[in-house]
């Protein structure tokens, strides 16, 4: 079997008495694209905060590449090679685009805590900062305070900040939620080109994103994964159809 | 460097004006004024490192300030007594670096999270510390507190610091020194992150930060240049008491830096020059100094909350289009009905200041020069009717600035004068 960047094994959250994710198990092969779907409220966003470190797993384990990192500090999950996107928009609002950016370069590319380098004369990292806003499309935007960016543009500015740190597990969750059809269809293009070469972990509402992106598909009902498979072999399941797809036409 | 450089014309001005000032203000009271001024500056700016830059509320900056003064006060005996082979000059790093080691500590204690938890945890800091003072008379010096001759034999400069010029030009070249270190941390990688951990720790975090390390990180260095103004303090009295480390000075920095404005990085600056200005001349004409400082400080936080930087700066975009011109008329008529208002209110101040604390209430009191009884009549109708006037005017004029501005916004926009 290919290698495993995420092992997720019999994991399960509860707030207070009640439980959420069920012994749920998960593997993401290495450099795969696999969206996860699943009705409202399954937990699909309180999976990825237990993978991400935000919230505290009640029981099983969570590895990333062969090493543990169940409940660590969500700063060292990132810095091991996770980095994730939210639900929620979730910027530096009162910094502009370009700041956005460079702020996610900086502890990949070494500069840490340092308050001995001045931000606008390391080349480099400025240098990094601008291929990446040109990679987002959002060179024309580079001054501006992220707050008064569009909702389309404040998701992809987004999904900036979160690669911008090279981590090779990418999770966004529903990044296209909200957008019109067009938006849709430039967010898709620019989460697979930003997403070459890495592995994806995708939680998406939109099945036509989620077919057109996926290279696997999870389904996740009542904190379990009921099936995971090739998207074909999903929209053929029974027990998925059932459960989820049933009324949505595929 | 290259920064330094391109900076070079304004901080040439800052250099310029320190060293003209105490020429032009050459009386013994502007000096030492002045010099109290540097000193604020730099404990003010060293407070916007954790409010503005780190969004950290604290309520014990002063403790790092006092310990940096008495740190630097010990190191003073040791370098006139010979044991402590350091110019004089060089003293109030001896508070920086005890600023820099006592805020690591604490950092790391008060910053888990920020917020009310942080507020209250550097509270508590500082009601600690103020309360061992009492417990460690050898380091604190008890109630008199610890005092030195800054007349030492080791100084670097030609200077024996027997007058306050040489003081006010000690203090002055550490300021300048300060300040383009503190600005130039807003430009490094820790300072930009600290900015990014006051608006969102959680987006921080999953940019491979540590929130709390960020902000011990910050707040260490702002106890560091904390304890260098508390060193100059040392320098500049050659005493301090405990009550430099306690509450007092605490939420006098606080309200420096808000009145300044924490949004910008000048802002602590205005704040500490006029604040200080303030309390050193307002003390000598009233008793009642405390309250307008207090009604300033409502005031700011009800109408102004980005501080007199915040204003400044709002003016930016109208300031480079030329449209200041349309903006005076209505601000000079707000700012005159605003005084006359304030003139009542003061007058009821005085009035009530002198009826309840002065020895003799019955003899006349004086206000700008007129005589006049506490007790009639007359100067309780004046001044309500000062102020319901200056109130009646004042809303009149807000319309007015409501409306020039109105008038700004609509040229800027179509880019006409
Ligand atoms: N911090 C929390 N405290 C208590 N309950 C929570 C918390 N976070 C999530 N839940 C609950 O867990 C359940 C799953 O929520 P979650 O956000 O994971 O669903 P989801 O699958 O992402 O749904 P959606 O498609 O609407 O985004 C919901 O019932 C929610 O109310
Ligand atoms: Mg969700």
Redesign the pocket.
Known sequence: MSALALKLRNVRKN??S?S?INGLNLDVIKGERQAII??????????F?LISGF?QVSGGTIEMNGHNITNLATFRINRSGLSRSF?VTNIFPQMTVFENIRCGLLWSMGYKYSFWHLCNQVRHLNEKAEEILERIRMTQRRDLPAGLLAYAEQRALEIGITIAGDAEVILL??PTAGMSMSETERAVELIRDVTENKTLLV?E?DMSVVFDLADRISV?VYGEIIATDLPEKIRQNQEVQEAYLGKETL | MKYLIRHLGIWAVAIALCAILPVIFSSDYAISLLSQMGIAIIFSLSYNMILGQGGMLSFGHAVYFGIGGFLAMHGINLIAGGTLPIPLELAPLIGGLGGLIVGILFGWLSTERSGTTFALISLGIGELIAASALLLPGFFGGEEGVSTDRMVENTITPFDFGQQIEVYYLIACWMLLCIVLMYLQTKTPLGRVANAVRDNPERAAFIGYNTRMVRTIQFALASFFSGIAGGLFAINYEIITAEMIGAIPSANVLMMTYIGGIGHFFGPIIGAVLVTFMQLTLSGFTHAWQLYFGLLFVSMILWAPTGLAGIIMNHEPAWKAGLMKKLIPSYTRATLAALVMFLGIMTLIEINYHLSLSIHPKDPMSLFGISFKAQSPAGWIIAIALIAVGFFFFKRGKNEVKNSWMDVHQAIKTGGK
Do not use: R
């Open positions: 707030f207070g009640s959420i699943g009705p409202n409220g399954a937990g699909k966003s309180t999976l905060n919230y639900q969750d529903e939680v509402h996740l």
